[in-house]
């Protein structure tokens, strides 16, 4: 390989054949093109003449040029041209790559890729057999061995090679590369994640001892960011990002995304000076917080920097025990009813009894006075409230009567009522909440009032249990801790029968703080399997279960480790699902340093090769054709105009894909738009494709025309062809429609537009122009319109409106006569009786047909200026025919209507 | 010809698919120029009256008009007006090298040879003279039928060329004397060889008129480069190595080509005039027109 700057050519031999160009030179130059031939009849004045210069004798010199630059161009793609090629290897072993493709290389995967492919290249190139070695291990659970293959083979497997969502197992790496029996000529090349994780040196160490070791490493400012699971508290969640040196941006923007992966939000945060640690603080709404699914570090996109969230981080629903069934006909004297419309915007609530509630996951069970519970469901309630669970009671008549354990206090026996109408008590308002209470801070409105509520037998720890008292001191709100739970006892009811606390704002606001302190808790630790939902791949995207995944013990989730066996992602149903994350497990990012020994990493390069040979190739290709054209209209093949037609056809071939605007563009007279077909009443033809034909159907409407507008009121534009496919009939009173031998059959839906037509009143004359039917060309127009709507026709019969609408006709001859005229059965309703459909075959528009100075093209046959002028005549009755309808066919009638007024 | 009535009919029907749209258009040409029939202005045979003139002695009793005479005392004679009809002779040049168009916008130069051809046997139709095509040995006749007759012998012409006689010059019939010629062709042949085809007939004392039909491009030459020129009717080949060079050698020998046709024209009393096919065509007849109706003279290019 010879480099001059940034090229370089892998065959600089075949670069030889440069010097031959001058020898090509001199002979384009005195070897003369070809003569171009011509054939000329006055030659024998030619023949004898002396030519005073032969100067053309010789190959132009833009020729020549042309010439030179293409074997120019061949001989320099012979010699294989590459830009920036890489030439990192030296030596003469093998090439042993070994790759980091754990869960930080995918953040510069592309230049690693690049690297590994432009370095295998190289061995290629020179012959070298090439290794892989891997140290993350694979989803199977094995490391990439380092068997030697051949270097094409080992590009095929570098570029299979994907960055692994789980760490880099260096340890394992070093036992393997120590197994290698290796002579240590090899040329090793690390590319590293540039993570120090503790044994990058050894590691390299034991590179070392298979040859000359190189190291690639990313800067420190590129290393990955990591992002830990947040921590939920009643507030909100909190996020811990930890970048590996200061160098990295100090600004990043952290994505919340719902289960369909929409962004709910996204936040900005930033770095201290010199820190590598920041925290975020996420303050969603709760109905945002539970739809969250999956935070991620923009522009990160490695495993590292993607967590995904389960029911841990979110606000789960209440369960709402009652003693009975929902009342639906008197909604307003239920308690459930005004717990339902308090908890309702901010989370979900389900109803039941308490074994069905707990077999799923619940932040809170608020049991609405549900009177006595049963043994077992008390059991269960105790139990999950130790284990995290809130339950929330309110009094009310039933539980007044009776002395219940699952309280947090004593009660008195019995209830107290303030006020009423054998009372000097006033019903009670309420005191501010104490600093313990998880209320403290919220306003109380003046018109909450207590008239009824259970009092607590009075204890020593009753004040601290309170959380709200009524301004005479009595609690009406106390809780109590269990375990890890609280039980929570409202000393009134949840309906306005005791007190209009549940008709006011402060009660929703108090279920909201109480529903925050939930946590979500399964109520039975049943020991089950979770199986792999979804995965999160090497670049942080959510996918479907890698291969290799297992299931976990449900037990086990929380401190299961990140590998090839339990990629990070859900596990479990879609119901209930869990978070395996891999950040938990990350060490705190390090960069790796010097590695001893002389060995300093190199940072991953930025260009990347060029094979150019292609460029250069098809530049040569368009040379060729160039001199193609070029000796061919010397040569006087083409014309010069048909040289520049053939090359714009070329070229609109290659450039312009086909598009049907020419096509239409053509059945509109230049300067003509949809426009004027609408403003002027013209007459109009299908073109056949066979320009003659439409070249008299053009002259011969014009003719009809020109004729009607000297003889009748109407007044006639010039006629336009038109493309049923395309353009909008609905202009045309009167469509001319040549028939061929050629005639394609019209495509059925050309043919709905073209029914529609006929249905709204349109009228279409097919003119076969076969002589009166001599030449079979009928039978082609029933193929031709076997899709179109035409009703059963009949022979025109002899007082049809056609014979009187303008002038009196027998007959109705073209250029042809004798042929028999079509239209609609008379019994037809349809439009008022007016034929749709006028079918002939004898050429009118031949007949009319008229030159610029308006005399006619064609004879009439058998002949005479009589016959031109009766197929004006039926021309021009046609046309009053579709443009009046049956206006005269009570002329039909008018022997009869003369003769009933004559009686 | 083969006697198959088949291929009678084929033939009659092929003539009659083309024809109308020639015969047509050489007629409208013709009506732009025709001035009308007109008698000799002299007293003659005919048809039209001419005058009345006292008897003489030795007028035939039988030419006396008895009615004129009878209203007065001398007797009168009825003459009418000379109406001889000219025989006139039309040849068209057909041979390869007059299917020759420099351009695709331009017709080739035998069509604009046949539509003069027959414009001018339609205008002395029309006049009442006798035409006939040259070299069929047929009889000049008068009235449509001759227009048919020559539109059949260009049709014919074509199946009867052949390498031995492509038809650059008509062949040879003896004509009556006093009868007239009318030639259009390309005339671009060796000016001895065409000095012998017509001298055969100036001996006969018949004269003439010679339309010569050129393409544009044989004017111009307006080639260039390296060219190799091939002959239309198996001259041979030219191979000219920058044809901007001779042009002006061309033109000048075209030019003295012209001279000689003129003077051969010239000495044998007949008319010579050049055409060229991007001129219309309506412009040629008029000038042959007049050199028909004229007594004598040359034209230049119409």
Redesign the interface.
């Known amino acids: 390989m010879v480099s001059i700057g940034a090229l370089s050519f892998v065959a600089p031999w075949a670069l030889l054949g440069l010097l031959a160009l001058p020898a090509l030179w001199w002979l384009l130059r005195i070897i003369?093109?070809?003569?171009?031939?011509?054939?000329?009849?006055?030659?024998?004045?030619?023949?004898r003449?002396?030519?005073?210069?032969?100067?053309?004798?010789k190959t132009p010199l833009w020729l020549a040029l042309l010439r030179f630059a293409l074997v120019a161009a061949v001989i320099i793609a012979a010699s294989h041209p590459v830009l920036n090629a890489t030439d990192r290897v030296e030596g003469d072993g093998p090439l042993i790559l070994a790759i980091d493709d754990g869960w930080s290389s995918a953040r510069n995967w592309e230049d690693r890729r690049d690297t590994m492919t432009a370095l295998i290249d190289q061995a290629a190139r020179e012959g070298r057999a090439a290794g892989l070695i891997t140290t993350a291990r694979q989803s199977g659970g094995g490391q990439v061995s380092v068997s030697l293959l051949p270097a094409a083979e080992a590009k095929e497997r570098a570029l299979a090679l994907q960055p692994k969502p789980w760490p880099v197992d260096r340890t394992a790496a070093i036992a393997l590369v120590d197994a290698v029996q290796s002579s240590g000529d090899a040329q090793v090349v690390w590319l590293s994640n540039g993570l120090h994780m503790g044994n990058a040196d050894a590691f390299a160490e034991a590179l070392g001892k298979l040859g000359t070791l190189s190291v690639l490493a990313d800067l420190p400012g590129d290393l990955p960011t990591v992002m830990l699971p947040p921590k939920a508290d009643s507030q909100g969640l909190g996020l811990t990002i930890r970048r590996a040196a200061t160098s990295a941006p100090d600004n990043l923007v952290v994505r919340a995304r719902d289960e369909d992966g929409r962004v709910l939000a996204r936040r900005e945060v930033s770095y201290g000076a010199g820190e590598t640690e920041t925290e975020l603080r996420l303050d969603f709404p709760v109905e945002i917080r539970n739809r969250l699914d999956q935070l991620e570090i923009e522009g990160e996109n490695h495993a590292g920097a993607v967590v995904l969230m389960d029911e841990r981080w979110r606000r789960r629903p209440v369960g709402l025990v009652s003693a009975s069934e929902r009342r639906n006909d008197q909604p307003l004297l239920d308690d459930a009813f005004y717990l339902d419309r308090a908890l309702d915007p901010f989370t979900e609530v389900r109803n039941g009894a308490v074994a069905d509630l707990l077999k799923r996951e619940l932040s809170l069970i608020v049991l609405a006075d549900p009177g006595r519970l049963a043994e077992a469901d008390r059991q269960s309630l105790i139990r999950w409230m130790e284990n995290g669970g809130v339950v929330v009671r309110f009094a009310g008549p039933r539980l007044a009567g009776e002395r219940d354990p699952l309280l947090p206090v004593r009660l008195r026996k019995g209830d107290r009522k303030l006020g009423g109408a054998l009372s000097w008590t006033r019903p009670a308002r309420m005191a501010a909440f104490p600093e313990t209470s998880p209320f403290h801070g919220i306003g109380i409105p003046n018109d909450v009032v207590v008239r009824r509520q259970v009092l607590a037998q009075p204890s020593v720890d009753l004040p601290d249990k309170t959380w709200a008292r009524l301004a005479d001191g009595t609690p009406l709100v106390t809780a109590e801790k269990q375990e890890n739970g609280w039980l929570v006892f409202v000393h009134t009811t949840a309906d306005p029968k005791w007190s209009t606390l549940a008709l006011s704002g402060l009660f929703v606001e108090m279920m909201q703080q109480l529903v925050q302190l939930g946590r979500g808790i399964a109520a039975d630790g049943e020991d089950r399997m979770l199986a792999p939902l979804r995965s999160v791949n090497g670049f942080g995207r959510i996918i479907a279960p890698l291969p290799g995944a297992q299931a976990i013990p449900a037990t086990d989730i929380l401190s299961a480790e990140p590998g090839p066996a339990n990629p990070p992602g859900f596990y479990g149903d879609e119901t209930s699902r869990r978070a395996l994350n891999l950040s938990p497990v990350l060490p705190v990012p390090a960069p790796m340093g010097g590695l001893g020994a002389g060995i300093e990493p190199q940072p991953y390069q930025e260009s990347r090769e060029t094979d150019i040979r292609p460029i250069v190739l098809t530049l040569a290709l368009l040379l060729a054709l160039a001199d193609i054209i070029a000796s061919m209209a010397?040569r006087?093949l083409f014309t010069f105009n048909r040289a520049a037609a053939a090359a714009a056809v070329l070229l609109a071939a290659v450039i312009v894909p086909p598009v049907n605007a020419p096509a239409q563009a053509q059945t509109l007279a230049d300067g003509e738009s949809p426009f004027d077909a609408a403003l002027r009443v013209r007459l109009a033809y299908v073109p056949t494709g066979d320009g003659t034909i439409d070249d008299t159907v053009l002259a011969g409407l014009r003719g009809l025309s020109l004729v009607a507008n000297s003889r009748t009121a109407a007044e006639l534009a010039e006629p336009m062809a038109i493309d049923p496919a395309s353009d909008e009939l609905a202009f045309f009173p009167l469509i001319y429609w040549p028939v061929t031998e050629n005639s394609e059959t019209i495509p059925p839906e050309v043919a709905a537009r073209v029914n529609t037509y006929l249905k709204r009143g349109g009228t279409i004359l097919f003119d076969t122009r076969d002589e009166g039917g001599a030449n079979f060309v009928g039978q082609r127009l029933q193929v031709m319109g076997r899709h179109l709507d035409i009703p059963p026709l009949t022979q025109v019969p002899p007082n049809h409106v056609l014979t009187r609408s303008y002038y009196l006709l027998r007959d109705f001859p073209g250029r042809w006569t004798g042929g028999r005229v079509w239209v609609e059965r008379d019994g037809s309703r349809a439009n008022d009786g007016v034929s749709s459909v006028i079918v002939g075959s004898h050429d009118w528009a031949g007949a009319w047909a008229v030159d610029q100075t308006r005399?006619p093209l064609y004879?009439v046959v058998p002949g005479g200026e009589r016959q031109r002028e009766m197929s004006y005549r039926f021309g021009i009755n046609m046309l009053m025919y579709a443009l009046t309808g049956n206006y005269k066919a009570d002329q039909v009638h008018l022997p009869a209507i003369l003769e009933r007024l004559g009686q | 010809m083969s006697g198959s009535v088949a291929e009678l009919h084929q033939r009659a029907e092929l003539l009659a698919a083309n024809l109308?749209p020639l015969l047509?258009r050489a007629d409208?040409v013709a009506a732009t120029v025709s001035q009308g029939v007109h008698g000799r202005r002299r007293v003659g045979q005919g048809e039209t009256f001419w005058q009345y003139r006292r008897y003489e002695a030795g007028d035939p009793i039988q030419k006396i008009d008895w009615r004129r005479s009878a209203k007065s005392d001398p007797v009168y004679i009825r003459e009418n007006e000379w109406e001889a009809a000219q025989s006139v002779w039309l040849w068209s040049d057909g041979s390869p090298?007059?299917r020759?168009a420099s351009n695709r916008r331009l017709p080739e130069?035998v069509d604009h040879a046949d539509l003069l051809m027959l414009a001018t046997a339609s205008l002395l139709v029309r006049a009442g003279e006798h035409v006939a095509p040259l070299g069929w040995g047929i009889t000049p006749t008068a009235g449509r039928t001759a227009l048919l007759l020559l539109a059949q012998a260009l049709e014919d012409r074509a199946i009867t060329a052949n390498d031995n006689h492509p038809g650059s010059l008509p062949r040879f019939e003896p004509l009556p004397r006093h009868g007239s010629i009318v030639m259009f062709g390309?005339f671009?042949?060796?000016l001895e060889d065409i000095h012998k085809a017509i001298g055969r007939y100036v001996d006969r004392g018949i004269t003439g008129h010679m339309l010569q039909i050129?393409?544009p491009?044989?004017r111009e030459l307006p080639?260039g480069?390296?060219?190799?020129?091939?002959?239309?009717e198996n001259?041979?080949?030219?191979?000219?190595?920058?044809v901007e060079?001779?042009r002006e050698?061309?033109r000048d020998?075209?030019g003295r080509?012209r001279d000689g046709l003129e003077a051969i024209a010239r000495t044998a009393g007949w008319t010579f005039a050049t055409h060229y096919t991007n001129q219309p065509v309506e412009t040629a007849l008029l000038g042959l027109f007049v050199a028909l109706t004229a007594p004598r003279g040359t034209q230049e290019t119409y």
């Open positions: 003369p093109p070809a003569p171009r031939r011509v054939r000329f009849p006055a030659i024998r004045l030619i023949m003449l002396v030519n005073p210069e032969e100067s053309s004798a010397l006087g005399r004879p | 109308p047509i409208r090298s007059m020759y130069k390309d671009l042949e060796p050129l393409d491009a044989e080639f480069g390296r060219t190799r020129f091939e002959g239309m001259e041979g080949t030219a191979l000219i190595g920058r060079g001779i050698q061309y020998r075209l080509h």
